[in-house]
């Protein structure tokens, strides 16, 4: 079956840097892309980028565009998520999500379980 | 804000059916196809809804969905107390970001 599993838990200071893992099982890692989600506490849904775990290729969301990086290890069908110059806005819990839309779309089929990352000083 | 507009909640008794809106633009919603996604409390989103109107395997024909022009709307009959969650719509931006609606909290009352 599908699986995304992720890192645990991080609290990480203002100016930091913190990076997400994915490990994906289940299905053929380089067939799909990897789209990266959060939410901040008590609100909603926010897309920040995708990544093809074919050729690596990339799209970030416009605002975070700069302090992201996302890449995979189809050695190990993994996929991570680094966000730099943390802000005490960027609090939320980070999903992974396995994208089938190519890139140009929205169609996230599976989910990790989330990642709380804090932000505090 | 979102630039996909939700209501932020919305309620029936068990048994109704209930709709929930999400409306956007020609960049998104009117050229691009609309999802929708349940979160149950305290879990990871789950696709519902795909391509304006398909179920993926697995989730009950209680749930639909349609489009028309800049709009969408996510349909549950048959209302359950289980039903109860936030509810999201997304859709591709022209802009190439994807965008997610506000949510939409439903209450089984």
């Known amino acids: 079956q599908v699986q995304l599993v992720q890192s645990g838990a991080e609290v990480k200071k203002p100016g930091a840097s913190v990076k997400v893992s994915c490990k994906a099982s289940?299905?053929?890692?380089?067939?799909?892309?990897i789209s990266w989600v959060r939410q901040a506490p008590g609100q909603g849904l926010e897309w920040m980028g995708w990544i093809s775990a074919y050729n690596g290729n990339t799209n970030y969301a416009q605002k975070l565009q700069g302090r992201v990086t996302m890449t995979t290890d189809t050695s190990t069908s993994t996929a991570y998520m680094e966000l730099r110059s943390l802000r005490s806005d960027d609090t939320a819990v980070y999903y992974c999500?396995?994208?089938?839309?190519?890139?140009?779309?929205?169609?996230?089929?599976?989910w990790g379980q989330g990642t709380l990352v804090t932000v505090s000083s | 804000q979102s630039v996909l507009t939700q209501p932020p909640s919305a309620s029936g008794t068990p048994g109704q059916r209930v709709t929930i809106s999400c409306s956007g633009s020609?960049?998104?919603?009117?050229?691009?196809?609309v999802n929708w996604y349940q979160q149950l409390p305290g879990t990871a989103p789950k696709l519902l809804i795909y391509s304006n109107n398909q179920r993926p395997s697995g989730v009950p024909d209680r749930f639909s969905g349609s489009k028309s022009g800049t709009s969408a709307s996510l349909a549950i009959s048959g209302l359950q107390s289980e039903d109860e969650a936030d509810y999201y719509c997304?859709?591709?931006?022209?802009?190439?970001?994807?965008?997610f609606g506000g949510g939409t909290k439903l209450t089984v009352l």
């Open positions: 289940g299905y053929t890692f380089t067939s799909y892309g």
């Open positions: 999500a396995r994208d089938d839309s190519s890139g140009f779309g929205v169609t996230l089929d599976y």
């Open positions: 997304a859709a591709w931006d022209d802009s190439l970001n994807a965008l």
């Open positions: 020609s960049s998104n919603i009117g050229s691009n196809t």
